[in-house]
């Protein structure tokens, strides 16, 4: 565990460059990825990819560390266990540890931003990273609350919404486009959709407004 832990914490200069491009790859290419007709797992094997890239990029301490471990190994197992079974509840209980490993990833990256003295490539990578993690987590919320109630949302040009759809509604909500193509029709839907707008607008103006200010205060030392 050590040596492992050693080597999460070498050559980190951009290390979370290959996390962001996981991500976008995601928003990107699932649509194209999901229509393929195969058997096998595509997008999942991406978000699990972004799972341990995730891993690699923030680093954590030994018993954290071990405890995401755990996470991601349950995730594959839950989402094996989905495709063989055929069983709604492995699917939950796999979103459901995508959602904590995601939630602690955010938290760690704004808090690694936040403490950061100057801005750096690498901090524009972490910045852009949380805004895309609120992005999945949003979108798995989503997912998960519509497999509960299957009504909570409106998708007028579907019937059977995937992950790309949930994936959009959470994005257009949280940088407030408000294309008004999908409408939350549950409460609880509608009280997550005012969360996710209000946390991404705060989100940019508090980061914009820090970056900023180390930014110029960066530049003012070295004058």
Do not use: W
Request: hydrophobic share 50%; glycine share 8%.
């Amino acid at each position: 565990m050590k040596r492992f832990n050693e080597l999460l914490h070498s050559n980190r200069e951009n290390k979370f460059l290959p996390f962001t491009i996981a991500l976008a790859f995601i928003i990107l290419f699932e649509p194209f990825l999901d229509g393929i007709q195969t058997s096998f797992p595509i997008v999942n094997t991406l978000i699990m990819l972004s799972l341990v890239l995730g891993v690699y990029s923030i680093g954590y301490g030994r018993v954290m560390l071990s405890f995401v471990i755990v996470l991601v190994a349950l995730t594959i197992v839950f989402s094996i266990l989905k495709d063989v079974l055929q069983m709604r509840i492995f699917g939950l209980l796999q979103y459901g540890c995508n959602i904590l490993f995601f939630g602690i990833a955010d938290y760690r990256l704004i808090k690694f931003v936040a403490k950061s003295k100057n801005v750096t490539a690498n901090i524009i990578y972490g910045a852009i990273c949380g805004y895309l993690l609120m992005g999945f987590i949003g979108a798995m919320l989503f997912d998960v609350l519509t497999t509960i109630a299957p009504n909570s949302l409106d998708f007028p040009y579907t019937d059977q919404p995937g992950f790309h759809d949930f994936l959009y509604f959470s994005f257009v909500t949280l940088s407030t486009l408000g294309y008004g193509d999908v409408t939350p029709a549950a409460e609880v839907a509608q009280s997550l959709s005012i969360l996710l707008s209000v946390t991404g607008q705060m989100y940019l103006t508090v980061l914009v407004a820090m970056l900023v200010g180390k930014y110029l205060n960066d530049q003012n030392s070295t004058k």
